[in-house]
């Protein structure tokens, strides 16, 4: 047993002890490894995954167990040790996986717990003095410390050049894939499936995203990424959307849908409207199957975000199903505006009081011509819905008898609001009597 004959922490004595320590520890490496690897799985589901990954860990682990006792039992110092191969490919391993760098660095934390017990219980059984354990504790607790904190941070290093890197392959190859799909040639399936980890032999629906013109953050695709997983769950998608951003401020998207054909529109339209996200826009194809569903609803999701950009200021959420004829209509917006404005007439000015008459002439054209339906969706009176089907006429200057073009006319405005309509030269009030 080690007695007392001084505490100097860096003395012969106690760089004896603590080698004598390490050396004994060393003997039982294959264990003590085997606990720390057991403790660290125990405590880190995100660990937990294929075998190849596993047995890296598991070779990360004896090796830094094997060079921090290496270290103690022969006094080398800290700066001229690197981290072990096998850890630092296991990071990169773990990058390429996307497993959170927090979950690695918890892992050393454990590690350096399990382990220390191991020193100080060994520690125990080969010295006796009080004074002496404290000052080996000490000097085996600021080898350990050390060669963790040098080691994480190569670990975190390696870590990140890694992500960087296959992040910046994976988006190039899955841009690339995309691209193919969405020029109609032929592309082989089941390697567009692996390199995008999505089924294309199912409904999906196409989305768009972006940011409003005021917003300029530097997180905005984090913040697109986040909507549009956060728009899957709402939709109960069946896996992780297909995510691929366009510019700073804007990203497309499929949402897999499994074998179902349709998805919640209006629990999509809740996502974001309070708080951060806002400000962000959501523009929606149909549901469309397979290869060529998934470039179809990609075109209608484009259509309807087209719709949204021309109404300025335009609904935070659309659906090509709202929109459809709408969007089929702006292929030449000089032209759509004066087909409204021929058709519309004087019913075409952007004021409140034509605004109200043209909401109330859509429903009543949309209900099939029924004022009582009108009335009971409009939440009025059936008298003044009739009042002000009546003014509406009055103000096109025509009945509404060619039903089809006056509610292709009516959507275009409502939609596209003043980008279609007339400005009003002033505000004038609405004239009396108006209800």
């Known amino acids: 047993m080690w007695k007392n004959p001084q505490m100097d922490t860096d003395g012969p004595a106690v760089a004896g002890l603590v080698a004598d320590v390490a050396a004994a520890v060393s003997r039982r490496a294959a264990v003590v490894s085997e606990d720390v690897y057991e403790v660290i799985l125990r405590d880190i589901p995100e660990l937990r995954d294929d075998k190849p990954v596993l047995a890296l860990l598991s070779s990360s682990v004896h090796s830094n167990i094997g060079t921090c006792l290496q270290i103690m039992q022969h006094q080398i110092e800290l700066n001229a040790v690197r981290a072990p191969s096998a850890s630092l490919e296991y990071a990169r391993r773990r990058a390429q996986r996307g497993t959170p760098l927090t979950a690695l660095l918890r892992a050393y934390r454990l590690g350096h717990t399990c382990f220390s017990d191991w020193l100080l219980k060994e520690l125990a059984r080969q010295a006796d003095d009080a004074a002496m354990i404290t ?154 199957r397979g290869v060529t569903g998934f470039r179809l609803t990609h075109q209608q999701a484009l259509a309807a975000q087209a719709v949204a950009l021309a109404a300025g200021r335009g609904p935070r959420v659309v659906t090509f199903g709202e929109v459809a004829p709408v969007a089929m209509m702006l292929g030449s917006a000089d032209l759509l505006r004066a087909w409204v404005l021929a058709t519309l007439g004087g019913l075409a000015a952007d004021d409140e009081h034509h605004a109200r008459l043209r909401d109330t002439l859509l429903v009543f054209l949309q209900s099939g011509g029924s004022y009582k339906t009108t009335a009971e969706q409009l939440t009025l009176h059936k008298n003044t819905v009739q009042y002000r089907i009546r003014k509406a006429e009055e103000s096109m200057g025509q009945p509404a008898g060619n039903r089809y073009d006056v509610e292709l006319a009516l959507r275009a405005s409502h939609w596209l609001g003043l980008a279609v309509l007339q400005p009003a030269r002033e505000r004038s009030p609405a004239p009396a009597g108006v209800r």
């Open 135 to 288: 000052a080996a504790t000490l000097s085996m607790s600021r080898t350990v410390a050390g060669y963790v904190d040098q080691t994480s941070e190569e670990i975190v290093a390696a870590y990140t050049r890694e992500r960087e890197h296959w992040l910046r392959n994976r988006s190039a190859a899955r841009a690339a894939r995309i691209r193919d799909l969405l020029s109609g040639e032929r592309v082989n399936a089941a390697a567009t499936e692996a390199t995008l980890g999505y089924r294309l032999r199912q409904y999906h629906v196409g989305l768009v995203c972006w940011a409003g013109d005021a917003t300029a953050a530097v997180d905005n695709i984090t913040r697109l990424e986040h909507a549009i997983s956060h728009v899957a769950a709402e939709v109960a998608a069946s896996g992780d959307p297909v995510f691929l951003p366009r510019d700073e401020s804007s990203a497309w998207a499929w949402l897999p849908l499994g074998i179902r054909d349709r998805f919640d529109a209006a629990a999509a339209a809740t996502v974001g409207a309070d708080g951060a996200d806002g400000d962000l826009h959501f523009a929606f194809g149909d549901a469309a």
